[in-house]
């Protein structure tokens, strides 16, 4: 009897632990924590939504907060924007898109795959991290915010991941932009 009562607080210490896990907000600003984003992101709006906007911003008192503005169905011209904060998705305003004609709505937006990634963000993320680390001498730089910009005109060519950080207990905020595969296009402060 003895055994089966441990055994029992023993089986749902570990299942509380697991379904407790790590939220969405205190996710690490790495790749790891970026692709768990990426998953939440997923989760609410499925596997393949169209994005023309994604900002992840770091609040030292609540976590971070994603924005996004995305549809399921880009033919309809109509998008959401959404904040996830704490926990929660709340929807700010609904988007009219205007294209040119004979152009697909799809042409002008992104989807979150293996050319466009939170886990190559994240990456990204760290990578400037320690850039700052090396050069600047900054011991412990922390994310402002993490964004995908995909230009208005839809060349995916010139999309960028553009990477804010500042020094822990404030002060200059350092902007690292890199091309999709990685590479940094310049960094300044």
Request: net charge negative; charged share 25%; proline share 3%.
């Amino acid at each position: 009897m003895k055994l089966e009562i441990k055994l029992l607080v023993l089986t749902t210490a570990i299942f509380t632990l697991f379904s407790c896990g790590i939220g969405t907000s205190e996710q690490s600003a790495d790749a790891k924590g970026f692709e768990a984003i990426e998953k939440e992101i997923k989760s609410k709006f499925g596997d393949d939504p169209y994005l023309t906007d994604l900002t992840i911003t770091y609040n030292n008192s609540i976590g971070n907060i994603i924005g996004v503005t995305i549809t399921d169905a880009p033919e309809s011209l109509k998008m959401g924007q959404w904040n996830f904060t704490q926990g929660n998705w709340m929807q700010n305003s609904e988007i009219s898109l205007e294209v040119p004609e004979g152009s697909k709505a799809a042409d002008f937006m992104f989807q979150l795959n293996d050319e466009v990634n939170l886990s190559k963000l994240g990456e990204l993320v760290e990578k400037s991290r320690k850039q700052l680390k090396d050069e600047k001498k900054i011991e412990n730089p922390i994310l402002s915010t993490a964004h995908i910009f995909f230009p208005k005109n839809g060349d995916i060519s010139k999309a960028e991941y553009y990477v804010n950080l500042k020094p822990e207990n404030g002060g200059t905020n350092f902007r690292f932009i890199y091309k999709l595969n990685g590479e940094l296009i310049k960094m300044d402060y």
